[in-house]
């Protein structure tokens, strides 16, 4: 994994304000995963020109309209953010979302040991610090919690936790701390591994419609994969997910939790009034909102202004389609040249426009396959982990549970850590 050499400064109240969101922000999810009446409202717009979101679409409406087999529903979250100057001073932070994961948000496992490598960078470098500047920092632990919880409520102590992978598989590493956490917890909970392929051909439903790989009854089907258009190459793919999805089994995440965290319906929840359905106590909203940038639809008869604004100036704009995993969004003059090509389009629906965050710069060294670790200017990104367990009628579990802190060139547009931009990172609390 690359990392960065030393820990990277960040204002400690802008930690604590992120943490302290984190199980509004899961609330509110829950609500729109559970509102049907909104989810359409919100996704129908773009059914018929985004492919992938129909194809999940159809698999949300037809285990609907079966009924359910399965109440319990569980999420592992990471709400990413990065940090702004608030003014002009250039002293005081303030955090601004880039995007809600409710479907594989990864890195827990493997942020967890990089607050050792830095307190000992510190070290040989004799700088000085107190021990709450580089707390201990152990997303697997709460996650691992979650899951087992989850399993709990499966009640069959021989049905095993089944993680699906890709292939091949770059988070391996991360995936296998996430399961010493659970086997920490539970030594006796069987973890299995699977690909899509080898569930197309292993997978069954029971007569109660148990899911059943080889002859083991899973209790909880985490994904891992399944986020991309192309890990669905044939129609077998989607057959699987929606068999996987009308199983016994628990799902993390549901299609409705994987819709839910949609960038449209982030579009929409920014929209003056929205939140105000979905959470009570005006503080509250106050402050998830204060965390907002502009977000726009680009579909309807005043989208226009801003898409004259977005040609005028790019570099002020992301351009968002309905995709996870990195290396989607469109920035600068891409984002004009094809705004250009479809602004008169029905393929619109499908996009929505961000202002861009102007990540507040520092100097960090980056150790990364091939590169020196010359003293840069670097932005960093903060992603606040989460569990939540419920069934669709109250919240069983909702807590936050620990930080990935990425960092890369200041330059660097998306900041993927597989990808080889983005670098392990720490914070160093002031
Ligand atoms: P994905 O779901 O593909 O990961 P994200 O919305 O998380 O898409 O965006 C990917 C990356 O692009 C982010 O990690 C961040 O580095 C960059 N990015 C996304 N939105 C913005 C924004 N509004 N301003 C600046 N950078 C952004
Ligand atoms: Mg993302």
């Not at 049907?36 to 996704?43: I, N």
């Not at 426009?353 to 990364?368: E, F, G, P, S």
Request: with cysteine; glycine share 6%.
């Amino acid at each position: 994994m690359p990392f960065t050499l030393f820990p990277s400064i960040l204002p400690a109240d802008v930690l604590s304000k992120t943490k302290s969101l984190q199980t509004a922000f899961q609330t509110v999810i829950y609500k729109v995963a559970n509102n049907h009446e909104f989810m359409k409202a919100c996704l129908s717009g773009l059914l018929n020109v985004d492919d992938f979101t129909q194809q999940l679409w159809k698999i949300y409406e037809t285990v609907r309209n079966e009924g359910t087999t399965q109440e319990v529903s569980i999420i592992l979250t990471r709400n990413d953010y990065m940090m702004e100057y608030a003014e002009e001073d250039g002293v005081k932070q303030d955090c601004k979302q880039v995007e809600f994961n409710t479907f594989a948000s990864g890195a827990g496992g493997v942020i967890s040991s990089m607050v050792d490598v830095h307190r000992y960078s510190l070290s040989l470098e004799d700088i000085l610090f107190k021990d709450n500047q580089l707390p201990d920092n152990h997303p697997t632990a709460g996650l691992a919690k979650g899951l087992v919880k989850a399993w709990q409520l499966y009640k069959n102590k021989r049905a095993a936790l089944l993680f699906i992978v890709g292939i091949p598989e770059p988070n391996t590493p991360d995936q296998r701390w996430l399961e010493r956490d659970i086997l920490r917890l539970d030594g006796s909970i069987k973890v299995i591994y699977r690909t899509f392929p080898q569930l197309i051909k292993q997978m069954t439903l029971g007569e109660n419609k148990e899911l059943i790989v080889d002859g083991t009854e899973v209790a909880i089907v985490y994904y891992r994969y399944g986020y991309a258009p192309k890990h669905y190459p044939t129609d077998a793919e989607f057959k699987l997910r929606l068999d996987m999805e009308r199983s016994r089994a628990i799902k993390c995440p549901t299609v409705a939790f994987h819709l839910a965290g949609c960038k449209k319906i982030q579009q929409v929840l920014a929209e003056p009034g929205v939140l105000e359905k979905f959470i009570d106590g005006t503080d509250v909203i106050k402050d998830l909102r204060s965390t907002f940038v502009g977000l726009y639809k680009l579909d309807t008869k005043d989208s226009s202004k801003i898409i004259t604004q977005a040609l005028q100036t790019p570099e002020r704009f992301v351009l968002k389609p309905q995709r996870e995993g990195g290396g989607n969004n469109l920035f600068g003059d891409e984002l004009k040249d094809y705004l250009e090509k479809i602004k008169e389009s029905p393929e619109l629906s499908s996009w929505i426009l961000m202002d861009r965050i102007r990540a507040a710069k520092h100097r960090n060294r980056l150790i990364r396959v091939g590169l020196g670790p010359e003293c840069r200017d670097v932005v960093s990104e903060l992603g606040i982990f989460g569990v939540h367990i419920s069934t669709p009628t109250s919240e069983l579990e909702n807590f936050e549970c620990g930080y990935l802190l990425r960092t890369k060139p200041e330059e660097a547009n998306e900041g993927g850590l597989f990808s080889g931009h983005s670098c392990l990172d720490s914070p160093f609390l002031v």
